[in-house]
């Protein structure tokens, strides 16, 4: 029996311990031949998102898929990063992996997309879950680049609070004159927002079955345990549901899991632009919906709504423990 051919897909991210959770679950899935990694200036500057990637393919001994050169900036904004939320090194205060000793692919990014997206027309796929400055760039450089993408997916936006300003989550804002070209790219996208990765909460249940698995599923562990030991609260104390689980959250897993298990995710279909210029609402994605009256409704993205939580992170243990 012929064996089922893996997908293509580059992975666009800045590690980052969700992140690295997220490449753990790509990886171990089997569905996906990960031609790439692409790091970007996010949750830290590029000189150390780059230099985490490496250490990544080095942990699982992937040392041939290539770690590409990034953006070190937005297009038009100076560096945006998330200070220490991810502790000093990237991966919290519990992982602390060895200086890489794989050098960095001299290809840039966004000539290593557009190369891989001729060899796959119709078939590559890209999945972000940093800020979209690579992609940004892929796109002003090779504008015929769209023709040949399957699909983007990627984690950012929030259609209600945001989780850096009021109004905006951290990758869009990071760069959103970035995430407005992405957006507006014409390929076909997925966006997991702040409202489905809140309802993806990781318990400290959840975090036990990783410690009981081997190598690779204890440093997965290790990545999310400071999230998890201390919970976020999705609604004020005394709003909330004494039922709900109580946990972390590790929002690119979330777009890992879309592409693995799409049946996991409900999504809705809408037209998603970014707003660049606000005072108040700078980075912040809009849905256009059928029932706006003044805007041509044309939708754009598949953007979830609900996610079944058991089943997301049955799959997040199973894909990761798979590398053990």
């Keep these: 029996m012929e064996k089922e051919r893996k997908s293509p897909v580059i992975l666009d991210f ?36 780059e230099p985490n990637a490496l250490r990544l393919v080095e942990l699982v001994g992937r040392t041939d898929i290539p770690v590409l050169r990034g953006a070190k900036k937005g297009i038009f904004k100076e560096t945006r990063t998330s200070g220490n ?28 997309m557009y190369e891989q997206a001729l060899r796959y027309p119709g078939e590559l796929e ?13 796109f002003l450089k ?47 996208m997925a966006m997991m927002g702040l409202e489905i990765c809140r309802q993806a909460i990781i318990t400290k249940e959840d975090l036990a079955r990783l410690d009981a698995g081997g190598r690779i599923s204890k440093v997965a562990a290790d990545l999310m345990r400071d999230r998890v030991n201390r919970p976020w609260r999705q609604t004020d104390p005394e709003d909330e549901d004494p039922s709900a ?3 972390g959250i590790l929002c690119d897993a979330v777009s890992a899991a879309y592409m693995i298990c799409p049946e996991c995710i409900e999504t809705e279909y809408v037209g998603v632009d970014v707003e660049t210029r606000g005072i108040l609402t700078e980075g912040k994605t809009v849905a256009i919906r059928p029932f706006t009256e003044t805007i041509p409704y044309e939708p754009n993205t598949h953007a979830g709504v609900s996610i079944d939580r058991e089943k997301f992170v049955d799959l997040m243990i199973r894909t990761v423990a798979n590398l053990d």
């Design 126 to 138: 890209i999945l972000a879950v940093g800020p979209l400055t690579n992609l940004a760039i892929a």
């Design 142 to 188: 090779y504008p015929d680049l769209h023709k040949y993408l399957k699909r983007i997916v990627i984690m950012g936006g929030a259609f209600s609070e945001g989780n850096w300003t009021d109004t905006a989550e951290f990758n869009i804002w990071a760069d959103p004159d970035g995430a407005k070209i992405v957006f507006n790219a014409g390929v076909p």
């Design 245 to 247: 689980p109580v946990g």
């Design 14 to 49: 800045d590690p980052g311990m969700d992140d690295a959770v997220c490449f753990l679950m790509m990886l171990g899935s089997g569905k996906y031949d990960i031609l790439g990694l692409c790091p970007v200036s996010g949750n830290k500057p590029l000189d150390v998102t």
């Design 85 to 112: 939320v991810h502790g000093a090194g990237g991966f919290g205060r519990h992982v602390d992996l060895p200086d890489p000793v794989t050098p960095v692919d001299g290809r840039y990014a966004w000539d290593f």
